[in-house]
């Protein structure tokens, strides 16, 4: 079952920074957090992961928080082709199954 | 990562058929997994497709409504069995690569059951 709670639904105005909170208060010592997005009729893209340390990517940030019962990710510079449903998953490693939960639905507005 | 290609990309299907859907890798993988996706909805995890053995269902899915083949470790079919409306779903093929890093998912198979 999904480990994750993350809100519905947010608007982002186009060039603006997107933070997608995600909580995951039951997440074990050894499980990674995973961020990944659905574009409408397409398979799930990767688009981060980290442990406990904060990561950067071409993409995205990702922040962990301290105690790692949340993290937030952070789209810089958001852009129309961002909109999608970005799912906060946690799991130990890749030898595990994913378990999404439901995902926020971000739409970027011009 | 790894490149999939899954066959069909739609399909249309009258009930009571059975529909198979294709999922090949271009490198070998360990862990192979099938999802669907129903309408509006998130994805839900069907079973783990297991090279050389039964694949691992989740709770609410069946052998006989998804049997699900792994022969190699390139390649994985999921049959949807008696096919009814409510089978109408994308369903998505996911491969892992050992170690910890991103799933790959293929672009998934949309069926529609009339």
């Known amino acids: 079952d999904a480990k994750t709670t993350q809100p519905t639904s947010m608007d982002c105005a186009e060039g603006r920074a997107a933070n997608l909170p995600c909580n995951h208060s039951?997440?074990?010592?050894?499980?990674?957090v995973y961020w990944y997005r659905q574009i409408h009729s397409q398979g799930p893209q990767y688009i981060i992961h980290?442990?406990?340390n904060n990561e950067t990517n071409e993409m995205a940030s990702l922040i962990i928080t301290e105690d790692r019962k949340s993290s937030t990710l952070i789209l810089p510079h958001a852009t129309l082709r961002d909109t999608a449903v970005y799912y906060c998953i946690v799991s130990s490693n890749t030898g595990n199954q994913f378990y999404f939960g439901t995902g926020t639905s971000l739409t970027v507005i011009p | 990562s790894a490149v999939i290609s899954q066959k069909p990309s739609r399909d249309i299907c009258q009930r009571g058929t059975s529909l198979t859907i294709q999922c090949q890798v271009d490198?070998?993988?360990?862990?192979m997994f099938w999802y669907r996706q129903q309408p509006g909805q998130s994805l839900t995890l069907i079973a783990t497709a297991n090279q050389g053995s039964e694949a691992t269902y989740e709770s609410g899915f069946v052998i006989d409504k998804f049997p699900i083949s792994r022969p190699n470790l390139t390649f994985s079919t999921l049959t949807v069995s008696n096919m009814s409306p409510e089978d109408s779903s994308i369903y998505l093929c996911?491969?892992?690569?050992?170690?910890?890093?991103?799933?790959?998912f293929g672009s998934g198979t949309r069926l529609t059951v009339v």
């Open positions: 996911s491969v892992g690569l050992a170690g910890p890093g991103g799933y790959t």
């Open positions: 490198s070998q993988v360990t862990m």
């Open positions: 039951t997440i074990s010592g050894n499980e990674y």
């Open positions: 980290g442990l406990k």
